[in-house]
C-alpha cells in the first residue's frame, strides 16, 4: 500500500478574527499548541437494486495514521503518515493497494467557519465478494479488486456558529478551552464537485461525475465538568438534504457507453462526540465524526457514500519564543 503523506495547512486571517475570550471560552492562540495524534479514516461507497438485491459494497484498504499538529496564533500544520509498524502488509494480499490522498483548509472568520478540501481515494475492494462467488472463503481468499477504480473529491463547506460562547476550536484545534456549558446551532452549505471512474472496466463500469449542493442544519453542545472545568464531552447531530446534478456514463448490451444527466435528492446526515481533557498545558482526547449521503438514482436503485474518521489525541502548549511572538506581531500590525 502506498504510504499517504497528508499535509494540512490551516490559516487564521488575524485581520479578521479577534481572540475569543470570555467567561465561556478561554483562548490560548498565545502559546504553540502541539498534537500527536493516532487515526484512521474509514470510507464505504454502497450500490444497492431493489429489484435484483444487487449489493457492490466497495472499501479501499485503509491504514492507521500518525499525525502530528504544531499550531500558533493564526497559522497551523499538521503532518500524517502511515508507518509500516501500525499497518499490516498482509491485509493487501487480500484487499489490494490503495492511494488515499488528502489536503484541508480551514478558516475561522469570527463566527463563520470557512473549509475547501480535496480528496482522491485509488483502489477499492468489493467487501461483499462473498456474493458473487460461492467459493470465497473469509481471510483466506483475496476480495474482488478494483486497482483502477479512482474517486476524486473538491469542494468546500461554509459553516455558522450561532451562539458566540459556543467554542468549536475546542473541538476542532484545542487552541481554546470551554469554560462553561454551551450549545450552538450550526447551519452549513456545502459544495462539492466529484468524480469516480473506473478506466479498466475492472468487474463493473462505472464512470460518474456530480456536482452536489447540500445544506445541513445542526446543533453542537459542549459540556464541560470537573473542579477546573477541565474535563468535557461533546455531542453534535446535522440532517440535511440537497441536489446532486449527475452526469453518468452506462454501458449498454452491445458494449457501447451511453451519457446520462439526471438530478437527483440527497440525504445527508452528519454526526460527532468528541470527549477529553483540556488543561492550560495538556490536552488529550478523543474524535469521531461520521458523515453519510444517500440518493436514489431510480426506482430501484440506491447509492449511499459514507465516511467516518477516529482520533485519539494527546497535545501540551508552551509559551513561544520572544523572537518568533515579535515575529508574529509585526504581521498582526501589517
Request: hydrophobic share 35%; glycine share 6%; aromatic share 16%.
Amino acid at each position: 500500500m502506498q504510504r499517504v503523506i497528508l499535509v494540512l495547512f490551516i490559516l487564521f486571517f488575524v485581520v479578521f478574527c479577534n481572540a475569543q475570550e470570555s467567561e465561556y471560552v478561554q483562548d490560548f492562540s498565545h502559546n504553540i499548541n502541539a498534537k500527536l495524534g493516532i487515526d484512521t479514516k474509514s470510507f464505504s461507497y454502497k450500490i444497492t437494486n431493489s429489484v435484483t438485491n444487487e449489493k457492490f459494497d466497495l472499501k479501499p484498504n485503509e491504514s492507521v495514521r500518525l499525525a502530528a499538529s504544531v499550531h500558533y496564533k493564526f497559522i497551523g500544520l499538521t503532518v500524517g503518515f502511515s508507518p509500516n509498524f501500525l499497518n499490516n502488509n498482509e491485509d493487501e494480499k487480500l484487499k489490494g493497494e490503495s492511494d488515499i490522498n488528502s489536503i484541508k483548509l480551514r478558516l475561522f472568520i469570527k463566527r463563520f467557519i470557512q473549509e475547501f478540501e480535496y480528496n482522491k481515494i485509488q483502489g477499492f475492494y468489493v467487501e461483499n465478494t462473498a456474493d458473487f462467488d460461492a467459493n470465497w472463503i473469509k481471510n483466506t481468499d483475496p476480495y474482488i479488486q478494483l486497482k483502477s477504480l479512482t474517486i476524486k473529491r473538491f469542494g468546500g463547506k461554509t459553516s455558522f456558529v450561532w451562539n458566540k460562547n459556543f467554542s468549536f476550536k475546542a473541538l476542532l484545534m484545542q487552541n481554546q478551552k470551554q469554560l462553561k456549558s454551551a450549545g450552538s446551532f450550526v447551519p452549513s452549505m456545502s459544495y462539492y464537485y466529484s468524480e469516480l471512474s473506473n478506466p479498466k472496466n475492472e468487474f463493473i463500469s462505472l464512470g460518474e461525475s456530480n456536482i452536489d449542493l447540500n445544506v445541513t442544519a445542526g446543533y453542537i453542545h459542549n459540556f464541560v465538568f470537573g473542579s477546573e472545568q477541565n474535563f468535557f464531552a461533546s455531542l453534535g447531530l446535522s440532517p440535511g438534504f440537497g441536489v446532486k446534478f449527475a452526469k453518468n456514463k452506462i454501458e449498454d448490451t452491445s458494449g457501447v457507453f451511453q451519457e446520462n444527466k439526471a438530478t437527483y435528492t440527497n440525504f445527508i446526515f452528519e454526526g460527532r462526540l468528541n470527549m477529553g481533557y483540556n488543561s492550560d498545558k495538556i490536552f488529550t482526547g478523543m474524535q469521531f465524526n461520521v458523515n453519510g449521503v444517500s440518493y436514489n438514482k431510480n426506482q430501484e436503485t440506491k447509492v449511499e457514500d459514507s465516511n467516518t474518521y477516529f482520533q485519539l489525541y494527546f497535545g501540551y502548549r508552551f509559551g513561544a519564543p520572544k523572537v518568533l511572538e515579535n515575529l508574529f506581531d509585526r504581521i498582526h500590525k501589517k
